[in-house]
């Protein structure tokens, strides 16, 4: 079967870091997304891993392992407006289904 | 503006009802997907067109259908509609299918 797990809620401050793990059993991995979406937005893309390791861009970095199915996406220098819901999403052994997770929402404060 | 566009915004309807909606992919975009996202819920894939043809499906209901016409433009058809299917409906666009997902900006269902 699909499952990917996420921590349903975060709470971080202004300034600091956060971590947002996801774990995933799918059938098959071709690649695993990261998205933004902030309440009634549509999801923006962030990130993908489809190799071992971790991947930096700007503020944000994404790491995946996929020998433990693990991946976590690391925000940095938080701002208020990164209040928002975290979407981890897998692309599954054909490359046809995206199976997505079901978000973390965080909430930064100052 | 990820340059995937969806038709309409909104839209009202009462139960047994039908409506269609509408997404245009980004221009080159060979892919269409459509997604639904209840409240507070994870978006739930529906089906995935590539160039005209059906790829993959999710959860999609037998109420509910769709179509990618020649021009890439796609369509989701729900009928029969219960008011569970009040949610946001969300069309993305990939080049290939392996591709990062563009989403567009969704279609809000409400159904009385």
Redesign the interface.
């Known amino acids: 079967g699909q499952n990917i797990d996420q921590p349903t809620e975060m709470t971080a401050t202004e300034g600091a870091i956060v971590q947002i793990n996801c774990t995933y059993q799918t059938s098959g991995f071709?690649?695993l997304?990261w998205?933004q979406q902030h309440a009634?937005?549509?999801?923006?893309?962030l990130s993908?891993n489809v190799l071992d390791g971790l991947e930096e861009k700007g503020r944000f970095s994404s790491f995946l392992s996929r020998s433990k199915g693990y991946s976590y996406l690391l925000l940095k220098e938080l701002q208020m407006k990164d209040s928002a819901s975290y979407?981890c999403?897998v692309?599954d052994n054909?490359?046809?289904?995206?199976?997505?997770?079901?978000?973390t929402r965080l909430s930064v404060l100052p | 503006d990820?340059g995937v566009t969806q038709t309409p915004k909104h839209l009202i309807t009462a139960t047994g009802q039908r409506v269609t909606l509408r997404c245009s992919p980004r221009s080159g975009d060979l892919s269409v997907?459509w997604?639904q996202q209840s409240l507070d819920?994870?978006?739930?894939?529906l089906i995935?067109y590539y160039n005209g043809e059906e790829?993959?499906k999710?959860n999609i209901l037998e109420r509910f259908s769709a179509q990618q016409f020649p021009d890439l433009h796609s369509e989701l058809n729900l009928s029969s509609l219960e008011l569970g299917d009040s949610a946001?409906y969300?069309c993305a666009s990939s080049e290939d299918?392996?591709e990062?997902?563009?989403?567009?900006?969704?279609t809000r269902l409400l159904v009385l």
């Open positions: 071709n690649g997304f998205y009634g937005e549509a999801p923006t893309f993908y979407l999403a692309l054909y490359g046809q289904n995206f199976v997505f997770g079901p978000g | 990820s997907y997604y819920q994870g978006l739930q894939f995935h790829r993959a999710g946001l969300f299918y392996q990062t997902q563009y989403f567009g900006p969704g």
